[in-house]
């Protein structure tokens, strides 16, 4: 039997020696190391220059930390000093307040006495309001009194009652708008009070008593009542158990109105032409209606005698206009006006409120001259009157203050004779 036959390359390997034919083997190993030992060099190469890198970054970052600590800290540094300067400031500016608020009071007490002082010296010399001064006479300096209408005045009544000073006043409160008229019923003993808000309104207020409307909120518990016309303006007065008013609108028609009844008794139109707002400080009023002891009473102005204030006796009945006069006192800074026993009084005011005076009396009858004429000052107010309504029973002026309801009690003294 024949044994397996063998290759040429066993034949061959076999007769090699083992060192012979481990030779490939080595040789693919050193191949194997020289090629890991190139990637382990490059992968040096590589980590190395990543190394590099990054820390040059963070040599860059703390060079970059190094200068903002530096930074902030000068900031803190400055921003404390200056908080320590801001200390010091506001320190001496709340002492510079609190002088400069004892200086104020001080002030303020020096001012009020001085008014007070000006207020006697004014009323003992008896100043000259009403006294307008020739221009072509200024060189000569002389003034000369203006004397219109000498027709005589029919007087109703024997009063001789004029304003001595202004004795006492009453805030009441504070309801509606900055502009309105408040007062009672001037020629009755009625205790109602009436309410006029705004300058342009067709709700009126009843309310029972000064009391009740004192303690009511706003107009919470007065009577409406809604009048057939709008009326423009605060020149309103309530007389007789009647509402006089002058309608809105451009002719000014003057209403009559029955408080009882509800009802519309009579209307006129005002017979002046070219109208103009009779009050410089109120526009809104053209024609302001009064009532005291002599009956109704109209004040109003004309282009015609543009800067001065004219005067109209009213029938309270017909509503026909009895007698006009032309008086010396302007328009110009005045803001409201009234009359006491055919006397009107004007006060005046400035257009940054200051405080009211009473600094021209005109009287239909003769009976105050300009030496007469006393200069009144109400008292610290918070604007300028809208409305200032007479009561000759309870010698009170019903003033309307920039939405205050305002009480003045009057002193009284006779007139003189002339």
């Known amino acids: 039997m024949k044994g397996p036959r063998l290759s040429y390359w066993s034949r061959t390997t076999d007769s090699l020696p ?3 034919q481990l030779l490939p083997f080595f040789a693919m190993r050193a191949l194997l190391l020289l090629f890991l030992s190139s990637l382990l060099c490059l992968a040096s190469a590589q980590n190395q220059a990543l190394m590099d890198y990054l820390e040059r970054r963070l040599l860059a970052i703390e060079d970059r930390i190094s200068t903002w600590h530096d930074q902030t800290g000068r900031y803190a540094s400055e921003l404390r000093e200056f908080k320590q300067q801001m200390v010091g400031l506001l320190e001496n500016m709340d002492k510079d307040k609190d002088a400069l608020r004892t200086e104020l009071s001080g002030v303020g007490t020096r001012v009020e006495r001085v008014e007070r002082e000006m207020d006697y010296l004014e009323t003992q010399n008896g100043a000259q309001p009403c006294v307008d001064v ?3 006479l200024v060189e000569q300096e002389v003034t000369v009194v203006k004397e ?7 007087k109703l009544t024997d009063c001789r009652d004029m304003i001595s000073s202004i004795k006492a ?4 409160k504070r309801v509606g708008g900055a502009k309105g008229m408040w007062t009672k019923d001037t020629g009755s003993s009625s205790s109602k009070v009436y309410i006029f808000n705004g300058t342009s309104d067709s709700t009126l207020y009843e309310f029972r008593s000064i009391r009740d409307f004192s303690a009511s909120l706003g107009m919470s518990r007065g009577k409406p009542i809604e009048l057939p016309h709008p009326w423009g303006g605060s020149g309103h007065t309530v007389y007789n158990g009647y509402a006089y008013y002058v309608r809105e609108g451009k002719e000014f028609q003057v209403i009559k109105y029955d408080l009882q009844n509800g009802t519309v008794v009579d209307s006129a139109v005002f017979p002046a032409q070219d109208q103009l707002p009779v009050y410089s400080l109120n526009p809104e009023t053209h024609i302001d209606l009064a009532a005291d002891e002599e009956g109704l009473w109209a004040i109003y102005a004309t282009r015609e005698n543009e800067r001065n204030i004219c005067l109209a006796k009213m029938d309270p009945d017909t509503l026909d206009i009895e007698q006009t006069w032309d008086t010396p006192c302007p328009r110009e800074n005045a803001e409201a006006a009234f009359v006491i026993c055919g006397t009107v009084y004007v006060v005046y005011n400035t257009k940054l409120p200051s ?3 009473v600094q021209c009396v005109f009287d239909v009858s003769d009976m105050v001259t300009t030496d007469d004429a006393p200069l009144v000052y109400f008292p610290k107010r918070y604007g300028a009157h809208s409305s200032l309504k007479y009561n000759p029973l309870e010698q009170l002026i019903y003033a309307w203050d ?3 309801q305002i009480l003045y009690k009057l002193a009284m003294k006779k007139k003189l004779e002339v």
């Not at 219109?148 to 029919?154: Q, S």
């Not at 006043?169 to 009441?172: A, G, P, R, V, Y």
């Open 169 to 172: 006043m009453k805030i009441l």
């Open 148 to 154: 219109k209408n000498k027709a005589k005045y029919a």
């Open 18 to 20: 083992l060192t012979a």
């Open 355 to 357: 405080r009211s005076r």
């Open 134 to 136: 020739d221009e072509k």
């Open 402 to 404: 920039d939405g205050y």
